[in-house]
């Protein structure tokens, strides 16, 4: 009787063993999924934001409404604003009556950054112009002290992110934290 217990219970524990090595393994592939969606989702916003940030510098140099915004499907609205906060244009072209964004946060921090700051990214919302939780706001270069900025379509970046990993949609929500945009490359 002694031996079939004592071999039930090391069948027992091998068992155990076994299954505690199949979780180790089945958690050692969750964490490098993880890592790899995370590195893969950085770099599809990193990319978005650049492109953001060339549709910028495009729309500083072309005129009201020009099709270099229009074709980007990452950006949802583009906003150019004067020293004042006065908007000259969107994407749909010029205001018929004046619109001032004097108050949006996101001009304010821009406007407050450190010299030679020239791009700055968080949220921006505005009941006329759109909301969108991820924005790039730049400075322009010239003599007018214009602010152009550029919504992100975070329905956009999330659909790339979900045919990547090839599973259903989740929403993107960007963190709070916001700070420029480290590769400048204008400055």
């Given amino acids: 009787i002694l031996g079939t217990m004592a071999t039930i219970l090391s069948v027992a524990a091998a068992a155990a063993i076994q299954m505690r090595r199949d979780h180790i393994i089945a958690l050692e592939q969750i964490e490098r999924d993880s890592r790899s969606f995370v590195a893969i989702s950085g770099g599809v916003i990193g990319t978005s934001l650049d492109r953001a940030r060339e549709t910028l510098l495009a729309a ?4 009201p409404g020009s099709k270099a915004i229009a074709a980007d499907p990452a950006i949802h609205n583009v906003i150019a604003v004067n020293e004042k906060g006065e908007v000259y244009w969107d994407k749909a072209g010029m205001p018929a009556e004046p619109q001032s964004l004097a108050g949006a946060e996101l001009l304010q921090r821009l406007q407050s950054a ?12 505005d009941t006329h112009y759109g909301s969108s939780a991820l924005a790039l706001a730049v400075k ?20 790339n992110l979900a045919s990547l990993q090839g599973t259903r949609a989740r929403a993107l929500s960007p963190s709070r934290r916001q700070e420029r945009i480290p590769h400048d490359r204008t400055r």
């Fill in 140 to 159: 322009g270069n010239g003599t007018v002290d214009q602010t152009y900025v550029a919504m992100l379509d975070t329905a956009y970046l999330s659909r």
């Fill in 60 to 63: 500083i140099a072309a005129t």
């Fill in 114 to 125: 450190p010299e030679g700051t020239r791009f700055i990214s968080g949220s921006f919302s």
